[in-house]
């Protein structure tokens, strides 16, 4: 496992619990693994946000796609943007969530020069579809991407739906694209995901251009970035925060997903039989007052 730079001890730790497993274990073995927990325990309750954007971006960190097969019942993989594309960032199709059938969607990580724009593409059709079948749609987002035409186009239809919108932020989204979550009915976020308009590194480069320690600057720039999920909750941006184990989702990712689950299904039992019409009207309601005082 890769090893975060504010975790040197818990790497320490972790390269002795090897050589007492290599060695046969026992009970020296078993207390070793109970400090590496607390102190996972202890160093992941205080993360700084620019702490939380390096767990949200961890490499072994569950993605959308991985997720979204793991918390999906008789999955049915849905391909394309109806243009004749696909992209291989968006998986979505027909699922159920126990006793709920839905439109599953996960939006992955993309570089910028591997996004064509079919994503936000696959995304819109996929809700468009959801739509039709008078189905709940839901979006794990574990990456943001896509052109202005193709983001605004994702809004329109995620405005226009008259069936419910769950969205679940799980990994580090930021840019434009970052928008597209919070125009759901309700808007649920990993205890250690991130949500900014642009990165700490973007933040950084514009207001530190050329003076400080560029530490310090990201440091900076991820805590005037509001961008956790306890601040955007405080902020009423993000509905509620899901607890990710000790140690963040990336060592645990099962656990991570049941908890999604738990998280979404809750919310489908809460607004599933909310009328079409005013579920539209408080989507739009809720997304226009945004930044208001």
């Known amino acids: ?53 390096q767990v949200a971006r961890h490499p072994d960190r569950p993605a959308a796609r991985d997720l979204v097969r793991a918390i999906a019942g008789g999955f049915i ?97 930021a840019g434009p694209g970052a928008a597209l979550p919070l125009a759901a009915d309700a808007v649920l976020m990993l205890q250690h995901a991130s949500l900014s308009p642009v990165t700490p590194e973007e933040a950084a480069r514009t207001y530190w251009p050329a003076a400080g320690d560029p530490a310090r600057n990201l440091a900076a720039a991820a805590e005037s970035l509001q961008l956790t999920a306890s601040a955007l909750a405080a902020q009423g941006l993000v509905d509620a925060v899901i607890a990710e184990p000790a140690g963040g989702a990336h060592r645990h990712p099962r656990a991570a997903a049941a908890a999604i689950a738990a998280a979404i299904l809750a919310r489908l039992e809460t607004v599933r039989l909310v009328d079409g019409g005013l579920l539209r009207a408080k989507r739009r309601e809720r997304l226009a007052g945004f930044g208001r005082a």
């Open 77 to 173: 993989a849905l391909a394309g943007d109806r243009a004749g594309h696909d992209s291989p960032h968006v998986t979505g199709g027909i699922a159920r969530v126990r006793d709920y059938g839905v439109v599953l969607i996960g939006h992955d990580r993309a570089r910028e020069a591997d996004d064509d724009g079919t994503a936000l593409k696959k995304i819109e059709r996929l809700m468009r579809l959801a739509e039709r079948f008078r189905l709940p749609t839901v979006i794990v987002a574990d990456g943001a991407c896509g052109d202005a035409a193709g983001l605004r186009a994702c809004l329109d239809a995620a405005l226009d739906l008259r069936v419910p919108l769950i969205a679940v932020v799980s990994g580090a989204l």
């Open 1 to 53: 496992m890769l090893f975060l730079e504010f975790e040197d001890a818990i790497a320490t730790l972790e390269a002795e619990l090897a050589e007492f497993r290599h060695g046969g274990g026992g009970e020296d073995e078993a207390r070793l693994q109970a400090r590496i927990d607390r102190q996972l325990e202890t160093l992941y309750g205080r993360l700084t946000p620019w702490q939380t954007v």
